[in-house]
T-cell receptor
Framework: RKEVEQDPGPFNVPEGATVAFNCTYS??????FFWYRQDCRKEPKLLMS???SGNEDGRFTAQLNRASQYISLLIRDSKLSDSATYLC???????????FGTGTRLKVLA | ETGVTQSPTHLIKTRGQQVTLRCSSQ?????VSWYQQALGQGPQFIFQ???????GRGNFPPRFSGLQFPNYSSELNVNALELDDSALYLC????????????FGEGSRLTVL
């Protein structure tokens, strides 16, 4: 079983739609969580950190459920430019190893 | 742009050869991590360097080795290349102790024939 699991998709949604991705992690010692965005054939870039209380950045909302060990990302009012792969990432306190999921592909259609 | 630069951007090798990939970290960052990303997969942690020493290693064999230099730049060396080593190799710089953002370079795409 992978340490961080995501549905690979693709999720094909129309512009303006709301889409949600979930991610589960198996290591209960994981303490820090992130969503990274990766465009086709480019490097990953941080989209947002995920905090226990949940956090929002514009159209993006991230949630963490420690009891169930899952993280979510909600994108509202999808734009064509949101088309990318979204990588769920966890990190354990005291280590410097970031564990990436396989990524979820999103295609926003005109 | 992140300020992390990698070279070469693309290269082709044959099985059994050796390869060296290079990375210059972002100014002010003292830690470099290397990741392997196979097609359709997420990045897999290879190892991390801090103060010129390996500080954490993923599930990769010893033929994957690295160096960090006093200016925080780094090299990834892979010996005895195998077909499965074909991947995008990503370097990420960060500041040790800050559990935050990794700044990735654009990667070196290695093809092993």
């Amino acid at each position: 079983r992978k340490e961080v699991e995501q549905d690979p998709g693709p999720f094909n949604v129309p512009e303006g739609a709301t889409v949600a991705f979930n991610c589960t992690y198996s290591n209960s010692a994981s303490q820090s969580f992130f969503w990274y965005r990766q465009d086709c054939r480019k490097e990953p870039k941080l989209l947002m950190s995920v905090y226990s209380s949940g956090n929002e950045d514009g159209r993006f909302t991230a949630q963490l459920n420690r009891a169930s060990q899952y993280i979510s990302l909600l994108i509202r009012d999808s734009k064509l430019s949101d088309s990318a792969t979204y990588l769920c990432v966890s990190s354990e306190v005291g280590t410097y190893k970031y564990i990436f999921g396989t990524g979820t592909r999103l295609k926003v259609l005109a | 742009e992140t300020g992390v630069t990698q070279s070469p951007t693309h290269l082709i090798k044959t099985r059994g050869q050796q390869v060296t990939l290079r990375c210059s970290s972002q100014s002010g960052h003292n830690t470099v991590s290397w990741y392997q990303q196979a097609l359709g997969q997420g990045p897999q942690f290879i190892f991390q360097y801090y103060r010129e020493e390996e500080n954490g290693r993923g599930n990769f064999p010893p033929r994957f080795s690295g160096l960090q230099f006093p200016n925080y730049s780094s090299e990834l060396n892979v010996n005895a290349l195998e077909l499965d080593d074909s991947a995008l190799y990503l370097c990420a710089s960060s500041v040790r102790g800050e559990a935050g953002e990794l700044f990735f370079g654009e990667g070196s795409r290695l093809t092993v024939l």
